[in-house]
């Protein structure tokens, strides 16, 4: 089993910025490739970034390149996703996940472990 926590979420002006962590226990870090996905309402679940078990490989989504990086720190067993120049449509609930195994996920079918998530809303 894996537990996941997020944190960091919050209300943001467009253009400010969070920075989001994703808390892992359970199982050994390094085995975990991981990544971020987001909900927003009445939306689907959609992936946003992923990063491998050692951290020298990521992947973003399109709507998000450019403006948010995703990292991780294997001696605290924690992921991030720094986000800047937030926009409005950047509002939803963030999602930390795993497959489970070294391969890191890219779309929500691949996630065996989700976390509950943390809401981040961005005002115009």
């Known amino acids: 089993q894996v537990q996941l926590v997020e944190s960091g979420g919050g209300l943001v002006q467009a253009g400010g910025s969070l920075r989001l962590s994703c808390a892992a226990s359970?199982?050994?870090?390094?085995?975990?490739?991981m990544g971020w996905f987001r909900q927003a309402p009445g939306k689907e679940r959609e992936f946003v970034a992923a990063i491998s078990w050692g951290g020298s490989s990521t992947g973003y989504a399109d709507s998000v390149k450019g403006r948010f990086t995703i990292s991780r720190d294997n001696t605290k067993n924690t992921m991030y996703l720094q986000m800047n120049n937030l926009k409005p449509e950047d509002t939803a609930v963030y999602y930390c996940?795993?497959?489970?195994?070294?391969?890191?996920?890219?779309?929500?079918?691949?996630?065996?472990?989700w976390g509950r998530g943390t809401q981040v809303t961005v005002s115009s």
């Open positions: 359970g199982r050994t870090f390094t085995n975990l490739g």
């Open positions: 996940a795993t497959t489970g195994a070294i391969s890191p996920p890219k779309r929500p079918g691949d996630v065996h472990y």
